[in-house]
């Protein structure tokens, strides 16, 4: 799963110091015939190697063969505090592995004759709305293969280091604020908001809440009895600690249960990868049918409108039912890979040689696809399914070709994704180059681009690569890179060609350069917990006509109060795309952006010593001050607040009363958290 958070997080964890792990308990229950040393041997290796250098604090793997789990381990330590090592029950978050909990419950639903895939959604979720009238066109089907046209993701309250409830029907409520941005089955990109709406799904078809639901009908069959989902916090030991800039965290809930939300083990997910490899059944339990695992593995994106990438094959749930590179290697391989904040992990299975294997940690960072199929294609040598591991690819680039002025033209431009802004300019020596716009100037992501033999323009030092490519009425800026282990190239939509359009209204003129700050987010939220509240609104000089939140995807505007969408990219560099929409409030324009809503700073009152009662809105959206001319504040009556400093940094944090020393003359400011229409007491002297 992905938003503005995971994107630091990553950043922060590669920027950590490196350790050295411990390996933890290991064991199988059977090896069958094939001897595995070999594969284990260097599996570890590898898995120390990349803990090393990521920074990434415990690792946890399993490996099955024909029913056996010959090899389950876990690296490093539950918390660097305690230092206690970390076990193969030692519990994770899987992130978007979860995706293929809710798609199976689904099929069971479907099973059942209570769900028609390709009937629309509205048939099941009969208060389910939104803007575009197309909604009414999305089925089942679309919500497991990404191609709903959802915007993406709600990020508010995603993650948080509380127990929260109502995610799904808050996602839910959300969406009928919200336009489609693309119509249902034109296009696959990778989409969280469906998995979150197929949850509320399996809810009212079942009628049973959808974590008691997965316990009844696939945890507890399966005797994956120590997953779970984060309706409470967890004992004391029993799950490993993700760490940032060196610090323990405290235990991570991801709210969206249905697209990331489950807790497990690489040893409960064996049993899990062994029901698919069974035609739906383990150990005389039937959770699917063999029709439904069959239907979950075939490729969802054949009938597409817009697939500029056919190699990438969308399953129900599966992130690729032909995952390259084990399609590279001969062999069908069904893969899930899963992110959350702090967690990465990802789950293979091939169905035919009866081999899977799932693999989780406290990063983002230590590479768990690669790691993965590493694994799988010694696995496949061990058992003489190949004669050797495959070659890694040359680092080196194809030769040189010349490149005609219309050839260079063709690619030179602007681009967008929901990364942010680029152009590609000529130099004077005849080669690319490619600039990403951010912090209020052009910044060189890649240079030295020359035209190489195979039709794709790479530098000579850098192994990622370049196209144009003309699909329908859009034209993309296509990026070729080698993908896991380094065997094989893969490549996708990497952003899409834009053109100056008319300059912004003034009404939209006015917003450039102001900031807000985040205030519906719950106290204990990733987001408030470790980075910044505030967004600023900027304009992009060279390219009139847009307007972009805190340096993320150019925004359109459509009136004076929201943005459209204009972005069509598949894959997974068109997810996230969400309209900003400005609501006037009696205090100014607050903004609506991804499910979180902003105040502006300016509206923000400014209180100095005395006492002062805050009262909270009937949403209960966090009130702030702006706190002036006093030494010391002392809040009560609050659920929890947080103090900043003026440019809106972190200094302190608690739940309920809590004091707190400030320096005269400087500025704080202060954010307050309670239910809807409570009230605190903020004390300045």
């Known amino acids: 799963m992905a938003s503005p958070l995971r994107r630091r997080m990553l950043q922060a964890a590669l920027a950590g110091s490196l350790?050295?792990?411990?390996?933890?308990?290991?064991?199988?229950?059977?090896?069958?015939?094939?001897?595995?040393?070999?594969t284990i041997g260097d599996a570890r290796a590898a898995i120390l190697q990349a803990m090393a250098e990521s920074d990434t604090s415990s690792v946890s793997v399993a490996l099955v063969?024909?029913?056996?789990?010959?090899?389950?381990?876990?690296?490093?330590?539950?918390?660097?505090?305690?230092?206690?090592?970390?076990?193969?029950?030692?519990?994770?978050?899987?992130?978007?592995?979860?995706?293929?909990?809710?798609?199976?419950?689904?099929?069971?639903?479907?099973?059942?004759?209570?769900?028609?895939?390709?009937?629309?959604?509205?048939?099941?979720?009969?208060?389910?709305?939104?803007?575009?009238?197309?909604?009414?066109?999305?089925?089942?089907?679309?919500?497991?293969s990404h191609s709903s046209g959802f915007p993406g993701s709600n990020y508010q309250n995603i993650f948080t280091f509380r127990p929260l409830?109502?995610?799904?029907?808050?996602?839910?409520?959300?969406?009928?604020?919200?336009?489609?941005?693309?119509?249902?089955?034109?296009?696959?990109?990778?989409?969280?908001?469906?998995?979150?709406?197929?949850?509320?799904?399996?809810?009212?078809?079942?009628g049973k809440a959808y974590a008691r639901f997965i316990t009844d009908e696939i945890?507890?069959?399966?005797?994956?009895?120590?997953?779970?989902?984060?309706?409470?916090?967890?004992?004391?030991?029993?799950?490993?600690?993700?760490?940032?800039?060196?610090?323990?965290?405290?235990?991570?809930?991801?709210?969206?249960f249905g697209t990331g939300g489950l807790s497990s083990t690489p040893t409960e997910m064996m049993r899990f990868a062994m029901m698919f490899i069974n035609d739906g059944e383990l150990d005389g339990q039937r959770v699917l049918s063999r029709a439904s695992v069959n239907e979950m593995g075939s490729d969802q994106t054949v009938n597409l409108i817009l697939n500029p990438m056919p190699a990438w094959k969308w399953g129900l749930g599966w992130d690729g039912v032909e995952q390259p590179g084990l399609r590279e290697a001969g062999f069908a391989c069904w893969q899930k890979n899963g992110g959350t904040a702090f967690?990465?992990?990802?789950?293979?299975?091939?169905?035919?040689?009866?081999?899977?294997?799932?693999?989780?940690?406290?990063?983002?960072?230590?590479?768990?696809?690669?790691?993965?199929?590493?694994i799988l294609l010694h696995a496949l040598r061990d058992?003489?399914?190949?004669?050797?591991?495959?070659?890694?690819?040359?680092?080196?680039?194809?030769?040189?070709?010349?490149?005609?002025?219309a050839k260079l033209h063709e690619l030179e431009g602007y681009y967008a994704s929901s990364e942010g802004v680029m152009k590609i300019v000529r130099g004077g020596d005849g080669s690319l180059s490619l600039l990403v716009w951010g912090a209020g100037q052009w910044n060189v992501m890649a240079s030295g681009l020359q035209l190489r033999s195979?039709?794709?323009?790479?530098?000579?030092?850098?192994?990622?690569?370049?196209?144009?490519?003309?699909?329908?009425?859009?034209?993309?800026?296509?990026?070729?890179?080698?993908?896991?282990?380094?065997?094989?190239?893969?490549?996708?939509?990497?952003?899409?060609?834009?053109?100056?359009?008319?300059?912004?209204?003034?009404?939209?003129?006015?917003?450039?350069?102001?900031?807000?700050?985040?205030?519906?987010?719950?106290?204990?939220?990733?987001?408030?917990s470790l980075g910044s509240p505030l967004v600023t609104l900027e304009a992009i000089p060279e390219l009139p006509g847009y307007v972009q939140i805190d340096g993320r995807q150019?925004?359109?505007?459509?009136?004076?109060?929201?943005?459209?969408?204009?972005?069509?990219?598949?894959?997974?560099?068109?997810?996230?795309?969400?309209?900003?929409?400005v609501q006037h409030q009696s205090d100014g324009e607050w903004l609506l952006f991804g499910g979180y809503r902003y105040r502006p700073v300016s509206s923000v009152p400014s209180v100095g010593v005395g006492m002062h009662a805050v009262r909270l809105d009937t949403q209960g959206n966090a009130q702030c001050l702006r706190l002036t001319g006093a030494s010391s504040v002392q809040i009560a009556g609050s659920r929890a607040w947080r103090l900043y400093d003026e440019q809106w940094n972190s200094l302190a944090a608690g739940d309920g009363e809590g004091n707190a020393n400030l320096t005269v003359g400087a500025v704080f400011y202060a954010m307050l958290f309670g239910e809807p229409n409570s009230q605190a007491l903020v004390t300045l002297a």
């Open 19 to 38: 350790g050295v792990p411990l390996i933890g308990c290991s064991g199988s229950d059977g090896s069958g015939d094939t001897d595995y040393t070999s």
């Open 65 to 144: 063969d024909d029913g056996h789990i010959v090899w389950q381990e876990a690296f490093g330590v539950i918390d660097r505090v305690s230092n206690v090592p970390a076990g193969i029950d030692t519990l994770y978050n899987i992130g978007s592995v979860s995706k293929m909990f809710v798609a199976t419950a689904v099929m069971i639903l479907v099973d059942r004759g209570l769900v028609d895939l390709d009937a629309p959604i509205t048939a099941y979720i009969r208060d389910f709305r939104m803007l575009s009238p197309a909604y009414s066109k999305i089925t089942a089907r679309m919500l497991l």
């Open 165 to 206: 409830h109502g995610y799904a029907r808050n996602t839910q409520s959300l969406l009928a604020e919200m336009h489609l941005k693309h119509e249902p089955g034109e296009l696959a990109v990778y989409c969280n908001d469906g998995f979150t709406i197929a949850e509320r799904l399996v809810e009212e078809v079942s």
């Open 219 to 256: 945890l507890s069959p399966l005797k994956m009895m120590l997953s779970r989902f984060p309706l409470e916090h967890y004992p004391v030991g029993s799950f490993a600690h993700p760490h940032l800039n060196g610090k323990k965290q405290g235990q991570e809930f991801v709210q969206a």
């Open 343 to 374: 967690y990465g992990s990802d789950f293979f299975v091939l169905p035919a040689e009866k081999l899977a294997v799932m693999i989780t940690g406290t990063s983002l960072s230590y590479g768990s696809a690669k790691l993965a199929e590493r």
């Open 383 to 405: 058992k003489h399914s190949i004669s050797a591991v495959p070659v890694v690819l040359p680092l080196a680039p194809p030769p040189v070709v010349p490149a005609s002025d």
């Open 454 to 528: 195979d039709g794709w323009f790479a530098a000579d030092d850098a192994q990622r690569s370049y196209r144009g490519s003309n699909i329908g009425p859009y034209r993309y800026l296509m990026a070729r890179s080698p993908g896991g282990y380094g065997h094989y190239l893969t490549s996708l939509p990497f952003a899409q060609s834009v053109q100056k359009a008319s300059p912004i209204s003034p009404a939209w003129q006015s917003r450039l350069g102001r900031t807000w700050v985040l205030v519906n987010d719950d106290e204990s939220s990733v987001e408030l």
């Open 554 to 581: 150019p925004l359109m505007p459509d009136d004076d109060m929201r943005t459209r969408h204009f972005l069509k990219i598949p894959v997974n560099f068109g997810r996230d795309l969400n309209e900003l929409i």
